[in-house]
């Protein structure tokens, strides 16, 4: 089946700082999508993202499907950042997906 | 609005005992996912169901069944738990099984097998 690995496994930051968050997936996708689950375990949908380049606000993700890879950019970073973000990829257009390990962002203030 | 609900949040269980998980959403959501979070793996799927009265197989579907109750209501039973079956589980709920169809999960349940 598709392998999906997220890098790094654990990111500690300065609050306004920085950091970019990467998805590796070895097959082309029809669907990816990133997740935040925060501390108290509640998961959040934070982009639909195949290809291409979204905004919402602080956040912004890349995919660059031909290369099999995907960005998360999260600038001036929040202590309410902190969580584990998840890469999620499917193959076909439907919610079938496959998640990566994640990777736990703490935010300290 | 509550979004999606589960219960319980947490249960303790014997090997061999069965039990039932509760989820239900108020955003009349056509598609209905049951998952497992287990450290270090993210979440697997168990089984979904893309619209009322259909139910089908996902990643992980051994040793667990589902019940689509009607269009609100998506239950996940275990016949004879193993302490293989610790984990977290999630409810989500969707519009449409399509990709561009944002999940929306519940707050989970946790689940250990003694």
């Known amino acids: 089946g598709i392998q999906v690995e997220q890098s790094p496994p654990d990111l500690i930051l300065q609050e306004g700082a920085n950091s970019t968050l990467r998805c590796n997936f070895s097959d082309s996708v029809n669907n990816l999508q990133w997740f935040h689950q925060n501390p108290w375990g509640q998961l959040i949908n934070l982009f639909y993202i195949p290809s291409g380049t979204k905004q919402n606000g602080r956040l912004s993700a890349t995919t660059v499907a031909t290369e099999r890879y995907s960005l998360l950019y999260i600038s001036s970073s929040q202590t309410t950042d902190s969580g584990v973000y998840f890469c999620?990829?499917?193959?076909?257009?439907?919610?079938?997906?496959?998640f990566g390990a994640g990777t736990r962002l703490t935010v300290k203030p | 609005n509550a979004g999606v609900t589960q219960t319980p949040k947490f249960q303790v269980l014997k090997t061999g005992q069965s039990m039932t998980l509760q989820c239900a959403q108020d955003m009349n959501h056509n598609s209905m996912y049951w998952y497992r979070q287990d450290p270090g793996m993210g979440l697997r799927l168990i089984y979904y169901s893309a619209s009322e009265g259909t139910t089908d197989k996902g990643e992980v579907p051994n040793g667990y069944n589902v019940s689509r109750l009607n269009k609100r209501e998506f239950s996940l039973r275990l016949e004879s738990a193993a302490p293989s079956q610790t984990s977290v589980y999630f409810c989500?709920?969707?519009?449409?099984?399509?990709?561009?169809?944002?999940?929306?999960f519940g707050n989970g349940t946790r689940l250990t097998v003694t």
């Open positions: 999620a990829v499917g193959l076909y257009n439907n919610n079938d997906m496959r």
């Open positions: 989500a709920s969707s519009p449409v099984w399509t990709a561009n169809s944002p999940l929306h």
